[in-house]
């Protein structure tokens, strides 16, 4: 019997689906196999979101440490990240536009999920404590798209200037994909920030791996520099990103978000840790990227985050001192993957589609999620239980507030 009928799944689902979870193969992408899989990760990320937000037992990561398998995870990912590079272009080369995003965009949201689920599970100290060696590919993985985080463009707005009428399926996947994307590499900062945390509790090899391999303290300064989680859209509205771009107040411009936090706190674990000397030599160059940081380290910032003080202190101290200076491979070409898979990604078999959404279909209960999703009304920031009708994506705390807000909101809910 469930303990909370807003559960997602009971406790002996998350159990059996847990123990029972097996690696996908690469050549099995759009099958009902892979949907099916696909669907029971839908479903633990669901319940393990629902878990953290009520702040009770987090039964999901319970039982991936027990069984051993967030293994399984950081392999979905990678193989999604892989698959990206060596067999999409030559889907989309050989097949030229697809007729639905259905189907890839699956592909790409389930790398998303799997990353999702890690986040949450590797909070906890014995979660990463259990990863074994595969916590080198996470790292490897995790610094590869904080690297793109880095180095992306950063636009004014994210949103095409086009009408959804006029874009391609292509265009919408490359859209939807990019968005995939950059939602991974801020989670990737949580995760690289789980394992600074609890850099005493793991081998020596996984520091060495952060910062002499990838020199994570300069990703981390370059992040903070650049600040991918803020922008001004088209209306020169300040928006932060958590989870989805939301405007802010100009009153709470100085308040730090998620992902900002997240950085800070890397950095002070890394940079103060004393198992970090031997393999972190403070360069001429790394002195001068470090000392940056101190103009950030304001009032309005350690008053939110008051560890930081040690690091703002270790900071002076640096400024004021002088240093001196594999993949077995596939049995299975990457073209003929591509080949194989278009039978089933780029299907134009309308029931054999709808059979396949029908697997997800019961992994969406929008109703128990919105329960845990508190909104804010757009206009005075309460909270909100009522949405625009129209585009269901503004919610407000009342009909007075809609109203008021409709002058600035009419453009955005047309388009």
């Known amino acids: 019997m469930a303990e909370d009928n807003k559960d997602i799944l009971l406790h002996y689902e998350i159990e059996a689906i847990i123990e029972n979870l097996e690696p996908t193969k690469l050549e099995d992408f759009g099958t009902k196999k892979w949907f099916e899989f696909h669907k029971k990760l839908m479903l633990l990320s669901q319940q393990s979101i629902l878990e953290v937000s009520d702040s009770r037992t987090e039964v999901v990561k319970e039982w991936f440490v027990t069984f051993q398998k967030i293994i399984i995870l950081i392999h979905e990912a990678i193989q999604i990240s892989v698959w990206k590079r060596k067999v999409y272009h030559h889907l989309i080369d050989n097949n030229n536009q697809p007729t639905n995003t259905f189907m890839l965009y699956s592909v790409f949201y389930h790398e998303n999920i799997s990353i999702s689920l890690l986040e949450n599970i590797l909070y906890h100290c014995d979660s990463v404590e259990s990863l074994d060696d595969s916590a080198l590919d996470l790292v490897d993985y995790a610094v590869d798209y904080i690297t793109r985080l880095v180095f992306q463009k950063k636009d004014k707005s994210t949103e ?68 991918p989680w803020k922008k001004i859209n088209e209306n020169n509205e300040i928006m932060i990103y958590n989870s989805t771009w939301e405007k802010v107040e100009k009153k709470e411009s100085d308040k730090i978000c998620r992902a900002e936090g997240q950085v800070w706190l890397g950095l002070r674990e890394l940079l103060l ?25 304001h009032e309005k910032v350690l008053d939110q985050i008051a560890p930081l003080m040690d690091l703002r202190r270790w900071l002076s101290y640096l400024n004021i001192s002088s240093q001196t200076d594999h993949t077995k491979s596939s049995a299975l070409t990457w073209k003929k993957i591509a080949k194989i898979q278009a039978e089933t990604l780029f299907s134009k078999n309308i029931d054999y589609i709808k059979s396949m959404a029908e697997i997800l279909s019961g992994a969406y209960d929008l109703d128990k999620l919105f329960l845990k999703d508190i909104k804010q009304c757009a206009l005075c920031r309460r909270n909100a239980t009522k949405k625009c009708s129209k585009c269901k994506n503004i919610f407000y705390c009342g009909r007075e507030c809609q109203v008021k807000d409709w002058t600035s909101h009419k453009n955005t809910c047309n388009s």
Request: some cysteine.
């Open 160 to 227: 095409s200037s086009k009408n959804i009428e006029d874009i391609s399926c292509l265009e919408e996947l490359s859209q939807k994909k990019m968005e995939i994307e950059f939602d991974i590499g801020i989670k990737c900062i949580s995760i690289i920030g789980y394992f600074a945390r609890f850099l005493d509790n793991l081998p020596l090899s996984i520091l060495k791996r952060i910062l002499k391999t990838h020199d994570v303290p300069y990703l981390f300064c370059q992040l903070i520099e650049n600040k």
């Open 273 to 297: 840790n004393p198992k970090s000397g031997p393999y972190y030599e403070i360069t001429e160059f790394r002195m001068t990227e470090l000392i940056k940081l101190q103009k950030y380290l």
